[in-house]
Nanobody
Framework: QVQLVESGGGSVQSGGSLRLSCTASVYRYSSYCMGWFRQAPGKEREGVAIIDNLGDTYYATAVKGRFTISQDNTKNMVYLQMNSLKPEDTAMYYC????????????????????WGQGTQVTVSS
């Protein structure tokens, strides 16, 4: 069983930064993908960034160059550093995991993320 717990959300002005953290019990598995997803009110959930067990990363076009996903296997943590935040980044952000996949871009297209955290709210004001 994989357990995920997010933290680090909050409110920030446009142009500001936040770092989200997720405690993830996936690192005992040889292949996995970890991802950050978000859902704004009235909109579908969308993938933001993905990282696999080898550190390969994938970013949605909307966040490329502003967000960075990383992981610390020694601490069972995955992070999402969000810079140059915009009001359109306002959403509930979720950490998610899937086991048995590798390749971040491959995971973005094909993986079914079975494990989800409870979410953390990010609000960006203009």
């Amino acid at each position: 069983q994989v357990q995920l717990v997010e933290s680090g959300g909050g409110s920030v002005q446009s142009g500001g930064s936040l770092r989200l953290s997720c405690t993830a019990s996936v690192y005992r598995y040889s292949s996995y993908c970890m991802g950050w997803f978000r859902q704004a009110p009235g909109k579908e959930r969308e993938g933001v960034a993905i990282i696999d067990n080898l550190g390969d990363t994938y970013y949605a076009t909307a966040v490329k160059g502003r967000f960075t996903i990383s992981q610390d296997n020694t601490k069972n943590m995955v992070y999402l550093q969000m810079n140059s935040l915009k009001p359109e980044d306002t959403a509930m952000y979720y950490c998610a995991a899937t086991i048995g996949y590798s390749g971040a871009a491959y995971c973005s297209r094909n993986a079914v993320f079975l494990y989800w955290g409870q979410g953390t709210q990010v609000t960006v004001s203009s």
